[in-house]
Structure formats: C-alpha cells, structure tokens
C-alpha cells in the first residue's frame, strides 16, 4: 500500500517561491505533481522516476519549477520558483509503477495525495 504526504503549500505573492514536499511510503518509481484550478480539469506539472535520472515538465513551468528526490526520505519535492498568478491551484502527489516511464495523464498514476492548495496574489 502506496501513502502520499503532501506538505508545504500556501499563500505567496507573484515572483515568489514555494517548496512543496511528498512523502512517500511503499514502493513507487515514478512520482508525479499536478495542479487543479478551480474549473479546470486536473493538469500534470512534473514527474521524476526513483532513481531521478530523468525527469519531465509542462512547458509552461519548464526554467521556473524543479522536481528532485532525496530516496533516503523517500521524499520527493517541487521547488516552485517564479510563481505567477495562473500558478494558482491545488497541488497533488501521485504515483505510480512506471521504472523508467513519466505519465502525463492522471489516469497513469495508481495513488495520490490529498493536495495542497498554492495561492499566488498579485
């Protein structure tokens, strides 16, 4: 049984950064972020496989957001710098089996969290 911890969203303003953190228990390869805005149908953001030798983003965050993985804590992290207002959403670990494969689509990942909400003002 996969268990997804998100941590570390909130409230900042246009130009700032925020790191979200997932903990992960059991065994994952691949883990994922996406983002769902209120209205809009859940979008993927970035995702790395376990061992983080490839790593994969939407082109509208691409030089601004990094995802990296530190496997002695099981711990995957998005650090989101840059932060634009249309960053605003619910933020969502996800994982999946995949070695070496980087799903886009939500239906590719078998867990997830329970979102942190990211809130960027003007």
């Known amino acids: 049984q996969v268990q997804l911890v998100e941590s570390?969203?909130?409230?900042?303003?246009?130009?700032?950064?925020?790191?979200?953190?997932?903990?992960?228990?059991?065994?994952?390869?691949?883990?994922?972020w996406f983002r769902q805005a209120p209205g809009k149908e859940r979008e993927f953001v970035a995702g790395i496989t376990w061992t983080g030798g490839s790593t994969n983003y939407v082109d509208s965050v691409k030089g601004r957001f990094t995802i990296s993985s530190d496997n002695a804590k099981n711990t995957v992290y998005l650090q989101m710098n840059s932060l634009k207002t249309e960053d605003t959403a619910v933020y969502y670990c996800a994982a999946s089996s995949s070695r070496y494969y980087i799903g886009v689509r939500p239906?590719?990942?078998?867990y997830w969290g329970q979102g942190t909400q990211v809130t960027v003002s003007s």
């Open 8 to 32: 570390g969203g909130g409230l900042v303003q246009a130009g700032g950064s925020l790191r979200l953190s997932c903990a992960a228990s059991g065994r994952t390869y691949t883990l994922g």
């Open 107 to 110: 239906h590719e990942y078998g």
